[in-house]
């Protein structure tokens, strides 16, 4: 896992949360750690195929996500809101990865992802990958977002 | 007015490109959450504009584009993805896009990219 590869989901997640919910994040902290594993109860995980291979994995506690998709709809009764509450998420968290990708990619290459699954009560079963991960924390006046990311150049 | 079919596996954005169409007095005669779902739809609505997105389940979106040239090679076609990549860009246009929009997109963008493809 190359230190570089997270830059562009930094900038991706402080751009888009910018434009899509008006929200400020601020970058906390960043590390190595062995897996995607998230920290958070409601966590969303992209695949990643062609120039790079991995998995992106978004993780907030309930109450930011709550938080989060009624500044993404902030003229939408609450029921609309809980409504589109998984979707809404998934596309913020799909926005920010496009963003990064596009940065990833440059001019020559072609990075697929596949669609978000959002799990909204940290399913212990599900598929994250044990690979040298590097994990990025935000604050934001809503509580944290974390992003895991571990890519590699696909052989 | 003209038709529109809306082909994205989420939810909330529809929601987004429906509410700016229908302001702009365009009818939305369906929607489509997967790449087999939007080619189906195609074959029975004929609308006059596809909003579609790349990454969707089951096939994506540019797959799913080739089929409806290939059904109508008059379809127009405008892919909508937050997948901006230069590369894919450049296939999405070779394969007979009219437009490609990036998101997050501002609202104008979506109505002008509409009414260039229908001209
Ligand atoms: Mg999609």
Wanted: net charge neutral; glycine share 4%.
């Amino acid at each position: 896992m190359e230190v570089e590869y997270i830059n562009p989901f930094i900038i991706g997640a402080i751009e888009i949360f910018e434009k899509i919910a008006q929200i400020e994040l601020k970058k906390t902290s960043v590390q190595v750690t062995k897996s995607t594993k998230p920290a958070n109860e409601i966590c969303i995980v992209f695949g990643v195929a062609g120039y790079l291979t991995g998995q992106v994995v978004y993780s907030f506690k309930n109450h930011t996500a709550q938080r989060v998709v009624s500044c993404m709809m902030p003229d939408s009764k609450p029921e609309k809101q809980a409504e589109y509450f998984e979707s809404a998420l998934s596309s913020l968290a799909n926005m920010i990865t496009g963003r990064a990708t596009i940065l990833l990619a440059g001019k020559e290459h072609i990075i697929q992802i596949t669609p978000p699954q959002i799990n909204i009560e940290n399913d212990k079963n599900a598929a994250y990958v044990e690979f040298p991960t590097i994990n990025a924390n935000f604050s934001s006046r809503f509580g944290t977002l974390e992003i895991n990311v571990a890519l590699r150049k696909t052989q | 007015m003209a038709t529109i079919l809306l082909a994205d596996d989420l939810a909330f954005i529809k929601m987004v490109q429906k509410e700016i169409l229908q302001k702009e007095g365009y009818d939305i005669i369906g929607e489509a959450a997967d790449g087999l779902e939007v080619i189906e739809k195609y074959k029975k609505l004929r609308p006059d504009v596809v909003i579609m997105d790349i990454t969707m389940p089951k096939m994506d979106g540019l797959n799913a584009l080739k089929a409806i040239r290939q059904l109508d090679p008059d379809a127009r076609v405008i892919v909508c993805s937050a997948l901006g990549q230069q590369q894919l860009i450049i296939e999405a246009i070779k394969i007979g896009a009219k437009d490609f929009i990036v998101k997050p997109f501002d609202p104008p963008r979506l109505a002008t990219a509409i009414q260039k493809a229908l001209k």
